[in-house]
């Protein structure tokens, strides 16, 4: 597709469950990034993707917080037990490379609400 | 060191006016300052960039202002429209690329 996509848009899930959020990112772009953004607050940066490792984790709050990207396309951010604070919109961006001065553009997020 | 500081947390302009965001840093790492604008549901779409080694960047109605010496910068959204009315993030990227650091956004208002 021509942007970044994500899905599910919206998920509602209870405290306690296991979830997982789809990035799909621009074609061609190498570089991958989620972030959460709180409301009222801006995204705060969880993880960055270079190809198929992650170059920069150090955003992960906690161990439940994982994220892959195997083939060096699609990312999948996995939350386990997850928590009543877990409750945000996960963005992901992409950019053509992870290094300096290149634009990081973002899809719509998951808005993840637990009950 | 790591924090972006942006102001005003929210802001009203009249149709027509100028709107104008200011933010500050503190790591001098950082040389890429991108300006976001999201509006409800979306997610941040780019709307201007600057790189430290120019004063001043143009885009249409939308110019950033850079002080490298003071570690600030600013946008200004000239002939603001009712259209403008979002919220807005300043950014910034360090050297080596990577994570972006965002300001706490600006809700924009621009009343016809």
């Known amino acids: 597709g021509a942007g970044v996509s994500q899905t599910p848009s919206n998920k509602v899930t209870e405290k306690g469950k296991y979830v997982e959020l789809r990035c799909d990112p621009i074609s061609g772009h190498t570089a991958l990034y989620w972030y959460r953004q709180s409301l009222g607050q801006g995204p705060e940066f969880l993880i960055y993707f270079q190809g198929t490792g992650a170059a920069d984790d150090s955003g992960l709050p906690?161990?439940?917080?994982?994220?892959?990207?195997?083939?060096?396309?699609?990312?999948?951010?996995?939350?386990?037990?997850?928590?009543?604070?877990?409750?945000?919109?996960?963005?992901?961006?992409?950019?053509?490379t992870g290094g300096p001065n290149q634009p990081q553009h973002f899809g719509d997020g998951t808005r993840l609400s637990i009950l | 060191q790591q924090q972006v500081k942006q102001s005003p947390q929210s802001l009203i302009v009249q149709k027509g006016g100028i709107s104008i965001i200011n933010c500050a840093y503190e790591n001098t790492a950082f040389d890429y300052f991108p300006w976001y604008q999201q509006f409800p549901?979306?997610?941040?779409?780019?709307?201007?960039?600057?790189?430290?080694?120019?004063?001043?960047?143009?885009?249409?109605?939308?110019?950033?202002?850079?002080?490298?010496?003071?570690?600030?910068?600013?946008?200004?959204?000239?002939?603001?429209?009712?259209?403008?009315?979002?919220?807005?993030?300043?950014?910034?990227?360090?050297?080596?690329?990577?994570?972006?650091?965002?300001?706490?956004?600006?809700?924009?208002?621009?009343?016809?």
């Open chain 1, 62 to 96: 906690n161990d439940r917080f994982f994220a892959v990207r195997p083939e060096g396309s699609v990312s999948t951010l996995k939350i386990q037990r997850t928590e009543r604070g877990d409750s945000a919109v996960y963005l992901c961006a992409s950019s053509r």
């Open chain 2, 41 to 112: 549901g979306k997610g941040p779409a780019l709307l201007i960039a600057i790189r430290p080694d120019v004063s001043e960047k143009k885009e249409g109605r939308f110019t950033i202002s850079f002080n490298k010496s003071a570690k600030q910068f600013s946008l200004h959204i000239m002939d603001s429209q009712p259209g403008d009315s979002a919220t807005y993030f300043c950014a910034a990227l360090g050297n080596q690329g990577g994570k972006l650091i965002f300001g706490q956004g600006t809700e924009l208002s621009v009343k016809p």
